[in-house]
């Protein structure tokens, strides 16, 4: 019974060893699009494929994190000989991150009230301007298995059909005589996280077999 327990105590022993060497980690890659007038894209996204030639290795999970801002400008201009209004809501839009034209990520900017949605009176020939209405936001999604195998994410280059696009506006309502005008800015940032393990080697796993074979050795010679 001696000999079966350690048999057994070393066996226990060489699986923990055999579970430390399979290792949980990640890696990211990012992209940026800096702030420029919307709207814009689809442009297309440099994101380095998750490289396994330097050994082995099991993706596990694709995680994405887009986070985008907005930022407007506008201005009226009351051309009528009366006082005229004019009433500002929100700046809003969407940012898109799509593969092959799958949508992967949808970032919604939080809708910004323009000073809690206030209506102006503009003289008569008389201009008003707004400046710098902004709002950002971040949105984070895993991989849908419904897009199928992670392989095209797996390589040594970089994902084909990664794209970004946006829209962004201003809403408001004025009366006739009125002349508006806006121009809305977005940028983006998409960050990809490959979760992958590292897989042991044959060679790691015979370097423990061995190294309890010589520990059984040793047990049966000092015994």
Request: overall charge negative; charged content about 10%; hydrophobic content about 40%.
């Amino acid at each position: 019974m001696k000999k079966i327990t350690g048999k057994i105590s070393l066996a226990v022993a060489l699986l923990l060893a055999m579970g430390t060497l399979a290792q949980a980690d990640s890696i990211s890659f990012t992209n940026s699009i800096a702030s420029t007038s919307s709207p814009w894209g689809p442009d297309s996204l440099s994101i380095p494929q998750f490289d396994t030639s330097g050994g082995s290795f099991d993706l596990t999970n694709i995680s994405f994190s887009l986070y985008g801002t907005m930022l407007a400008d506008m201005q009226a201009t009351n051309s009528d000989p009366a006082s005229r209004t004019i009433r500002l809501y929100t700046m809003d839009g969407e940012i898109t991150a799509s593969l092959a034209g799958d949508p992967l990520v949808i970032a919604y900017p939080t809708a910004v009230a323009v000073g809690g949605h206030p209506t102006y009176s503009l003289p008569s020939h008389t201009s008003h301007a707004w400046i710098g209405v902004s709002g950002d936001d971040t949105q984070t999604a895993s991989y849908d298995s419904s897009w199928g195998s992670f392989s095209g994410f797996i390589g040594t280059g970089n994902v084909v059909g990664l794209t970004m696009d946006s829209v962004s506006y201003v809403t408001f309502s004025a009366d006739s005589g009125v002349d508006s005008s806006s121009q809305a800015f977005s940028g983006a940032q998409l960050i990809v996280t490959y979760d992958f393990t590292v897989v042991p080697e044959p060679s790691s796993a015979l370097f423990l077999g061995f190294g309890g074979l010589a520990l059984i050795w040793c047990r049966r010679f000092t015994r």
